[in-house]
């Protein structure tokens, strides 16, 4: 069964440091993987998205990438801002061989980055 | 502008009152799915839809039912909510095309008294 880790689960750093949340899944046959953002009693807003045959997504300040064979992805955030405070969630997307897919979602990194 | 909406927002309610929160996306999405969240689980999925006339159970499908009669919506039913149904709920939909990248309604807050 696949599991998705989120390590850690909580983050607390200085305005403009570069920091790598992480996101580990146990099975590698995954289709793609998702970061979200999820802000406090909000909906998910999507970051990036990595199909499985990339390596890395590139957005603004925001760099995921994707080792499949190891089972990993990371979030590289440069120069944090207290603004990127938030919940960060990694989903992935699993296909069946009947056609139909589903996705598993990690616990997510709760980080707040003071001012 | 493209969207996910759910209504509503926020539920009170009591033991055994049926209920249904809608959820209608704008998009022409094949994918429509719903979701729970609790502190410490992180989001499960409940139900999903492939396309109209065809769902199918997630991990923690009990207490829930879903119909997709049209593909623009996907209601959420709970014929006789518990507390423990008490969570906040997502709808999401994806598109059947090269990037299946989800989208998320803003949730519903459910309480179960």
């Known amino acids: 069964k696949q599991e998705v880790t989120q390590i850690p689960a909580a983050l607390s750093v200085p305005e403009g440091e570069n920091l790598v949340l992480n996101c580990s899944f146990t099975d590698s046959a995954i289709y793609n993987l998702q970061w979200f953002r999820q802000d406090p009693g909000k909906g998910l807003t999507s970051l990036l998205l990595?199909?499985?045959?990339?390596r890395e997504q590139t957005s603004g300040r925001l760099n995921a990438s994707l080792d499949k064979s190891s089972g990993r992805s990371t979030l590289y955030i440069a120069a944090s801002q207290p603004g990127d405070s938030a919940t960060y969630l990694c989903?992935?997307?699993?296909?069946?061989?009947?056609?139909?897919?589903?996705?598993?979602f990690g616990t997510g990194t709760r980080l707040k980055v003071l001012a | 502008e493209a969207q996910v909406t759910q209504n509503p927002r926020y539920l009170i309610t009591v033991t055994g009152k049926k209920l249904t929160v809608t959820c209608s996306q704008n998009m022409n999405h094949e994918y429509m799915s719903w979701y729970r969240q609790d502190p410490g689980l992180g989001l499960r999925q409940i139900y999903y839809s492939m396309n109209v006339e065809v769902t199918d159970k997630g991990d923690v499908p009990e207490g829930y039912k879903v119909s997709r009669k049209e593909k623009r919506n996907f209601p959420l039913i709970l014929e006789s909510p518990s507390p423990n149904q008490t969570s906040l709920y997502f709808c999401a939909s994806s598109s059947s095309g090269q990037r299946y990248e989800q989208y998320f309604g803003p949730g519903t807050r459910l309480t179960v008294t």
């Open positions: 989903a992935v997307r699993l296909m069946y061989g009947s056609g139909t897919y589903k996705y598993i």
């Open positions: 990595i199909q499985s045959s990339q």
